[in-house]
Nanobody
Framework: QVQLVESGGGLVQAGTSLRLSCVASGRTFYAMAWFRRAPGKEREFVAH????????EYADSAKGRFTISRDNAKNTVYLQMNSLKPEDTAVYYCAARRSSYGSTDSDLYDYWGQGTQVTVSS
């Protein structure tokens, strides 16, 4: 069993940065991902990382602004978010997949965190 706990969300102004963290307990050498759900919208993929961090993929909305990384020694995955926009406002969820490689499909993830709120003001 894997438990995921996110942190690092908050209220920030547009153009600034935030770094989200997700600490995993239990087996951690899984693919990890970040998803988000904005008010009134479906959950959407943001970024995923292979178990070793060598393979990553980003949603078009995140490319060039967000970076997913991980420190397996600390059982932690990060999402560095730069140049934040009001449309990035959402609850951000960390997810783990019992596989070496990630996916953009949320249905393929086995474990989820409780989410952390990110609010970007204009």
């Amino acid at each position: 069993q894997v438990q995921l706990v996110e942190s690092g969300g908050g209220l920030v102004q547009a153009g600034t940065s935030l770094r989200l963290s997700c600490v995993a307990s239990g087996r951690t050498f899984y693919a990890m991902a970040w998803f988000r759900r904005a008010p009134g919208k479906e959950r959407e993929f943001v970024a995923h990382s292979s178990w070793d961090g060598r393979n990553t993929e980003y949603a078009d909305s995140a490319k060039g602004r967000f970076t997913i990384s991980r420190d397996n020694a600390k059982n932690t995955v990060y999402l560095q978010m730069n140049s934040l926009k009001p449309e990035d406002t959402a609850v951000y969820y960390c997810a783990a997949r019992r596989s070496s490689y990630g996916s953009t499909d949320s249905d393929l993830y086995d474990y989820w965190g409780q989410g952390t709120q990110v609010t970007v003001s204009s």
